[in-house]
Structure formats: C-alpha cells, structure tokens
C-alpha cells in the first residue's frame, strides 16, 4: 500500500521560509517522479513544483520560481519543499504526489497523492 505523508507545514509571517516534506513508503521510491501542488479556498489545485526520479531534473510553476526550492533523497524516500520569501497567496494546502516515470505538471498524471499540510501565510 502506498502511502505519502506530509508534514512542515504552518503559519509563517510574510517573507518568512519553511520545508515541507513528504515520506513516502509501499513503492520503489527512486522510480516516481514527486510533484507538489497546492490548493487554496476556493480554488482549483494547482502545480508547484515537479522532480524527476534520480537525475534531479526540476520544474516550477511561475509563482514560486526563484522562491521554492524541490528536492529529494532517495535513501530516505523524501522529497522536499524548501519554500522561501514566503507571500500571503502562498497560502493554501500543499499536497505531494508520486508518479512513474516522468516528472509533469499535470496532476491526473499523478497517481498516488499525500493527505496535505496547511500552510498559512499572515500578511
């Protein structure tokens, strides 16, 4: 059974930092691409931030670009979220995801997905 979980998530002052990470376990970690994405009230989900499996490739959505850093560690089956410089529509529940093969930015790609952590943002 394939499980993600996430965690770091909190309130933060405008322009303050936090990691989020997401454990995964029940699948072959290094051969899932990882996504996160987030959701804010009101919302649709949307893209934030993508790795492939073992080379490290990376992608961003233009809102966190130069802000949010992703990354992994394969021996420990964690992907990161290292997110700086942090702004009030930041705010929103970041979910991570797993996928086989590729890293894209669509989440129907995605096949496995965590429980979400909060994060607030205050102005």
């Known amino acids: 059974q394939v499980q993600l979980e996430e965690s770091g998530g909190g309130l933060v002052q405008t322009g303050g930092s936090l990691r989020l990470s997401c454990a995964a376990s029940?699948?072959?970690?290094?051969?899932?691409?990882m996504g996160w994405f987030r959701q804010a009230p009101g919302k649709e989900r949307e893209f934030v931030a993508a790795i492939s499996r073992s080379y490290g490739l990376t992608s961003y959505a233009d809102s966190v670009k130069g802000r949010f850093t992703i990354s992994r560690d394969n021996a420990k089956n964690t992907v990161y979220l290292q997110m700086n410089s942090l702004k009030p529509e930041d705010t929103a529940v970041y979910y991570c995801a797993a996928r086989p093969g590729a890293a894209v930015i669509s989440g129907a790609e995605y096949d496995y997905w965590g429980q979400g952590t909060q994060v607030n943002v205050s102005s």
């Open positions: 029940g699948l072959i970690f290094s051969r899932y691409a």
